[in-house]
Antibody
Framework: QVQLQESGPGLVKPRETLSLTCTVS?????????WSWVRQPPGMGLEWIGELYHDGRINYRPSLKSRVIVSADKSRNLFFLKLTSVTAADTAIYYCARVASGTWGGIEDWGQGTLVTVST | QSALTQPPSASGSPGQSVTISCTGT?????????VSWFQQHPGKVPKLMIY???KRPSGVPDRFSGSKSGNTASLTVSGLQAEDEADYYC?????????FGGGTKLAVL
């Protein structure tokens, strides 16, 4: 059973960098899956942020592309999200997730989500 | 990349069928057979219900079905049950990114 767990600061100041880690167990991040980040502002809808593949391919939400970096540490089976120059609009529950192998958009496994608030 | 358009709400009585639409453009929904649907109960993690327009993951009841025509995808829930009351989100591939719909709150009356 694949499990994902987000971790990182719950409070980030405006104009600083949001950094989150996703710890993966039950699967290897070098397997043939896309590993994704999705966020959800409080009371609002889901927003796709970005994804990475074991071969190094990375895709980003166009509107966030200048501020976001998704990366991985294969030796520790972790992947990361960095979002720079944050504003209050970046306040959200951040989920890391796995797309089922061989599927397009089959995000079957999700972390529990971590709330990140941008505030002074 | 604009969010896909979903109706804010939908409703039906137990046993009835309800269809939720998801409208995009020829650059996303209309351009690829890669549309997913997610169910989210309040305070819970999203759950995959449909992927690649019509495919159901194992464990998802066959009461849930997906389809697509042109730039609009649809999720149909047949034989509505109380536990189907939730928010539903569509998502589509857009070339090198994914875009979600704004979500539809389904009420089972």
């Amino acid at each position: 059973q694949v499990q994902l767990q987000e971790s990182g600061p719950g409070l980030v100041k405006p104009r600083e960098t949001l950094s989150l880690t996703c710890t993966v167990s039950g699967a290897s991040i070098i397997s043939r899956n896309w590993w994704s980040w999705v966020r959800q502002p409080p009371g609002m809808g889901l927003e796709w942020i970005g994804e990475l593949y074991h071969d190094g391919r990375i895709n980003y939400r166009p509107s966030l592309k200048s501020r976001v970096i998704v990366s991985a540490d294969k030796s520790r089976n972790l992947f990361f999200l960095k979002l720079t120059s944050v504003t209050a609009a970046d306040t959200a529950i951040y989920y890391c997730a796995r797309v089922a192998s061989g599927t397009w958009g089959g995000i079957e496994d999700w972390g529990q989500g971590t709330l990140v608030t941008v505030s002074t | 990349q604009s969010a896909l358009t979903q109706p804010p709400s939908a409703s039906g009585s137990p046993g009835q069928s309800v269809t939720i639409s998801c409208t995009g453009t020829s650059s996303d929904v209309g351009g690829y057979n890669y549309v997913s649907w997610f169910q989210q109960h309040p305070g819970k993690v999203p759950k995959l219900m449909i992927y690649e327009v019509t495919k159901r993951p194992s464990g998802v009841p066959d009461r849930f079905s997906g389809s697509k025509s042109g730039n609009t995808a649809s999720l149909t829930v047949s034989g509505l049950q109380a536990e189907d009351e939730a928010d539903y989100y569509c998502a589509s591939f857009g070339g090198n990114y994914w875009v979600f719909g704004g979500g539809t709150k389904l009420a089972v009356l």
